[in-house]
């Protein structure tokens, strides 16, 4: 090997780097604490840049139909779409929370006047099983509950909670105004994001062309150009999904007379948007506040939760979000399986159009590496069936 510039160069990169590496596994703490502390400073910013990316979605369809014909409107587009996206975000969430505050409120004060009632049925209905199973009868006569001792039990419980919290109430206050002012943070830069998207992204790529080869910028621009189609498909995809299934929830509830229609279906159009788990979710709540008015009727709801997701997972999603994801069943799962791990619910929603993008990026490294070896499809296709003797 000559020892030119350039090889003397590599070499040094490496040993710094892996004298870097021991350094910082033997220092461990330090390290973790040093990442905790830049990623509180840069918290904001990446909130912002999230918060941006989402609302550039139904941004970006509402400026391309303002003033399609004109370019007198084009200094105003922008704002406008701007304004707009938030007052729809805003009413949406105003809409979800008149439609949940309420029913929850009547949900829970269905429970508690119904509990008593319950329990003396689910008392006199073992007491029936005695009959059958003579072993349950000491369970059952235990199994009396004094409700005026209860509510004062629960009464102690609240005013012990409510002490703890008086006593830990400045770092509960400190941290409700630093998670407040992050949040405000974000938000205003997210605007800056996006009323400056253009500009942002050719400074970008100035960047990215005046540090690294054209050759290695062209692939990372291709990189981050394969991610935004697949982060902005899976986001729209998603949420047009949740609310068709939530719409199909409430329609066929009202057909069938079951209760708290309205608040299922919202429950059930939030939770969807987590992916394979969050219907499932929804439909527990559903079935539990269902189940206090009517136990038969919570069955009925199950059976019809079945139903819908059996229509809503073979036609609809398919169809709707379709292949803009383009992973594979078996990894799907493994991506929310693997995000709700690392990062719980915004992993679950993260790590399905990641994982989307690697699989692309692999599938595309495998293919030109096939193609360079001049591999015959025979050797990695389906082997042909058996010949019949």
């Not at 703890?164 to 105004?177: A, N, R, Y």
């Not at 062309?209 to 062209?218: H, N």
């Not at 803009?324 to 078996?330: A, E, N, R």
């Amino acid at each position: 090997m000559e020892w030119n510039r350039q090889n003397i160069k590599g070499l040094l990169l490496v040993v710094c780097g892996g004298a870097a590496f021991y350094v910082a596994l033997q220092h461990l703490n330090v390290v973790a604490h040093a990442l905790g502390w830049l990623a509180g400073i840069l918290a904001p910013f990446l909130l912002g840049a999230a918060i941006a990316f989402i609302l550039n979605v139904p941004m970006r369809a509402i400026e391309r139909n303002l003033f399609p014909n004109t370019r007198r409107g084009g200094g105003v587009r922008r704002p406008l779409a701007l304004v707009l996206t938030l007052v729809a975000v805003i009413g949406v969430l105003v809409l979800a929370s008149c439609v949940i505050g309420p029913g929850v409120r009547d949900a829970v004060k269905s429970i508690a006047s119904q509990a008593p009632a319950a329990f003396d049925r689910l008392y006199n209905w073992l007491l029936g099983l005695e009959q059958y199973l003579p072993q349950i009868e000491t369970w059952v006569q235990d199994l009396s509950i004094d409700w005026k001792s209860l509510s004062q039990k629960a009464i102690q419980l609240a005013q012990s909670w409510g002490g703890s919290l008086l006593s830990t109430g400045g770092g509960l206050i400190g941290g409700v105004v630093s998670g407040v002012s992050t949040f405000v943070i974000g938000l205003i830069f997210s605007f800056y994001i996006l009323l400056q998207k253009e500009k942002l992204s050719r400074q970008g790529r100035q960047v990215l062309y005046g540090l690294l080869s054209v050759k290695r910028a062209d692939r990372v621009l291709e990189v981050l150009r394969l991610a935004n189609r697949t982060f902005s498909s899976f986001l729209s995809g998603q949420c047009t999904e949740a609310v068709i299934l939530g719409t199909l929830f409430v329609v066929t509830m009202t057909i069938f007379r079951l209760p708290y229609a309205v608040l299922v279906g919202v429950l059930i159009a939030l939770t969807a948007l987590i992916p394979i788990v969050g219907a499932f979710i929804g439909c527990g709540v559903g079935a539990l506040l269902i189940a206090v008015t009517d136990p038969w009727k919570a069955v009925v709801f199950v059976i019809l939760f079945l139903v819908l997701q059996q229509i809503e997972g073979n036609l609809i999603y398919p169809h709707v979000v379709g292949s803009s994801v383009g992973l594979p069943s078996i990894w799907v799962l493994a991506a929310v399986t693997l995000g709700g791990k690392l990062m719980g619910v915004a992993g679950m929603l993260f790590f399905i159009p990641l994982c989307s993008v690697l699989y692309a990026l692999f599938r595309d490294y495998v293919k030109s590496r096939l193609a360079e070896k001049k591999v015959p499809a025979a050797k990695w296709r389906d082997p042909p069936p058996p010949a019949k003797k």
